[in-house]
T-cell receptor, first 114, second 115 residues
Framework: AQKVTQAQTEISVVEKEDVTLDCVYE???????LFWYKQPPSGELVFLIR??????QNEISGRYSWNFQKSTSSFNFTITASQVVDSAVYFC???????????FGQGTTLQVKP | NAGVTQTPKFRVLKTGQSMTLLCAQD?????MYWYRQDPGMGLRLIHY???????AKGEVPDGYNVSRLKKQNFLLGLESAAPSQTSVYFC??????????????FGEGSRLTVL
């Protein structure tokens, strides 16, 4: 079975705080892809990152960083020095190379207060 | 490039009516997906397609049908709309994951209300 769990429904931080969004996944595939997407209040879905199951290197892009750990089936997302513009719903997603199915977690709503 | 285009953007239906949502992509993508987004439920996969002429069920397929007769188009049909199908529907497409660094491209969403 394929499943993505984002246990944090809502997170509220004050600007400049660091925040980590958790993502735990389940899959029987050996080859799969993980994604993070951002959905700002305007509603569109913005691609942030894609990672394949063979690449466990952590990635940093500006204030964003991702920690992929296959041992714990987790793909966590950290925003350093958060800003008000980071306020959005963030989705983690899992693609199965076996079936082509791509499913999303329930999303985490991040509110960054000034 | 238009990317992924969904039509219509808004629609109000009465219970029992039928309608079709059209998703068109101009990027020659193999994979196409239909999701629905409801408050607190995230994006749930309805149906998807891994290539022209193929379709498969997602997490919540009941009450919906799909067709992919042409590679660029993925149609989502509601044969007899129910109030529980009130939602925002997103279409997405992506290239072959194995040969590209592809991402999932989303349409702007279609807001459907069933009275």
């Amino acid at each position: 079975a394929q499943k993505v769990t984002q246990a944090q429904t809502e997170i509220s931080v004050v600007e400049k705080e660091d925040v980590t969004l958790d993502c735990v996944y389940e899959t029987r595939d050996t080859t799969y892809y993980l994604f993070w997407y951002k959905q700002p209040p305007s509603g569109e879905l913005v691609f942030l990152i894609r990672r394949n199951s063979f690449d466990e290197q952590n990635e940093i892009s500006g204030r964003y960083s991702w920690n992929f750990q296959k041992s714990t089936s987790s793909f966590n997302f950290t925003i350093t020095a958060s800003q008000v513009v980071d306020s959005a719903v963030y989705f983690c997603a899992l693609h199965s190379s076996n079936t082509g199915k791509l499913i999303f977690g329930q999303g985490t709503t991040l509110q960054v207060k000034p | 490039n238009a990317g992924v285009t969904q039509t219509p953007k808004f629609r109000v239906l009465k219970t029992g009516q039928s309608m079709t949502l059209l998703c068109a992509q101009d990027m020659n993508h193999e994979y196409m997906y239909w999701y629905r987004q409801d408050p607190g439920m995230g994006l749930r996969l309805i149906h998807y397609s891994v290539g022209e002429g193929t379709t498969a069920k997602g997490e919540v397929p009941d009450g919906y049908n799909v067709s992919r007769l042409k590679k660029q188009n993925f149609l989502l049909g509601l044969e007899s709309a129910a109030p529980s199908q009130t939602s925002v529907y997103f279409c997405a497409s992506s290239p072959d994951y194995f040969t590209t660094t592809g991402e999932l491209f989303f349409g702007e969403g279609s807001r459907l209300t069933v009275l």
